[in-house]
């Protein structure tokens, strides 16, 4: 029995080192877990900020188109703290063809009629923050320009 004094003590510490592990490990986890929440939560910003950029690139070939310009040059806005810069390039201008050019005429508003000239514009987004974020959209965006 007196072999047996000092096992109640060793047993204890023992369980106490565990549940300091587990604790440990615990932390360790709920603070990778924050860090890549916080990353998430940058890199959907600069996504919305890069598709923001895209919304506007596509406003700026819409009036162009209204005021007779030309929609091609880059250009830059500030959403919060994100610097977007919008580059628009007119990639292809060309009649339109096929079957359903009635379909995509009543769709843009011109009414039935073959010979639609469209131009094919390349939209590029880049939002860049200022904890170094980085996101890039590229969209393309057709417009129908007139009909004959």
Do not use: C
């Amino acid at each position: 029995m007196k072999k047996d004094r000092g096992i109640a003590l060793v047993t204890v510490l023992i369980l106490f080192v565990l549940i300091l592990a587990l604790g440990v490990i615990m932390l360790n986890i709920v603070q990778k877990a924050t860090k890549v929440t916080f990353s998430t939560v940058k890199y959907e910003t600069a996504m919305e900020a890069a598709s923001s950029g895209i919304d506007a690139g596509i406003s700026k070939v819409l009036t162009s188109i209204n005021e007779g310009k030309e929609a091609d040059g880059s250009f830059n806005i500030t959403l919060g703290n994100f610097k977007v810069t919008v580059r628009i390039e007119k990639i292809l201008v060309a009649r339109a063809k096929g079957t359903a050019i009635e379909f995509a005429g009543g769709y843009q508003g011109l009414g039935k009629g073959a010979g639609q000239v469209f131009a094919l514009y390349l939209i590029t987004s880049e939002a860049r923050g200022r904890n170094g974020e980085l996101f890039t959209i590229e969209a393309n965006y057709k417009q129908v320009l007139k009909a004959f």
